[in-house]
């Protein structure tokens, strides 16, 4: 049994469907990613694996247990946590505050305590910062602040959405790595991506969206080879 399977989802907005009868799964330990352009219903799934959107039909279990009437906060406490597209700080709070906000549904200090310093080891320079006011960061750094926001709830799948966008190549690939190192200690990851090339670098599997429809998944590497999906997301 996967860690997270999605059957048969679909997902409207008013009269429009954003999501036509999609399934995937993401194993324990995987990397798996979904590509595809704008508007092909990436962000929408991810919302709806997390309670943020209903679902019109269809079904979605994290370990067996079904999230279909979990409420967002308890899927959280769960295991599961989400790195929102456009980053999400809480502008006005401090670095430490953001991150202590990360940990709201644990009760161990020991604990949150020892979450902190594993999140500053992963990101000293949040650590530089963490008295500073989170909207004085730059984009990058605000990335990084989200990202350990997340990894403070102790997830067990963490699910991020377009870390990369709007930042400087330097910083993707600052950010990038950071994913290989949260899967390298044993956190699933879910990425959604438009920069295809990178995604497919550190996935292990993938899924193409197309118009809220799943037109391809394989094998990350498979895909980068693949001349359709070369000429469509890779720009070759």
């Known amino acids: 049994m996967a ?23 993401v194993n324990q330990g995987e990397v798996v990613a ?6 092909a219903g990436k962000t929408t799934t ?37 790195v929102p597209e456009g980053r999400r700080v809480f502008a006005a709070l401090s670095v430490y505050d953001n991150l202590k906000l990360g940990a709201f549904t644990r009760k161990d200090k020991k604990e949150i305590e020892d979450s902190l310093e594993m999140v500053f080891e992963a990101f000293p320079r949040l650590k530089e910062r963490h008295n500073q006011v989170a ?28 870390p990369s966008m709007g930042l400087s190549p330097l910083y993707v690939t600052e950010i990038f790595e950071i994913i290989k190192k949260i899967k390298s200690e044993g956190t699933t990851v879910l990425l959604v991506e438009q920069n295809a090339n990178m995604a497919l670098q ?6 193409v969206l197309e118009t809220g429809k799943i037109i391809m ?8 080879n ?7 997301y890779l720009g070759a």
């Open 3 to 25: 860690m997270l399977e999605v059957r048969d989802l679909n997902v409207f907005f008013g009269v429009i469907q954003a999501i036509k009868n999609i399934s995937f799964d």
């Open 46 to 82: 991810l919302h709806t694996v997390t309670g943020l959107l209903p679902a019109a039909s269809g079904k979605i279990t994290l370990d067996g247990k079904d999230l279909g009437k979990v409420p967002a906060h308890k899927i959280v406490s769960m295991g599961m946590a989400h």
């Open 226 to 232: 693949d001349e359709r999906v070369r000429k469509a």
């Open 217 to 224: 998944d394989g094998k990350a590497s498979d895909l980068m």
């Open 34 to 39: 979904l590509i595809g352009a704008n508007g």
């Open 135 to 162: 909207g004085t960061l730059s984009g990058g750094e605000q990335q990084m602040l989200a990202m350990g926001r997340a990894l403070m709830s102790k997830p067990r799948i963490i699910l991020m959405d377009e």
């Open 202 to 207: 550190v996935a292990d599997r993938a899924y």
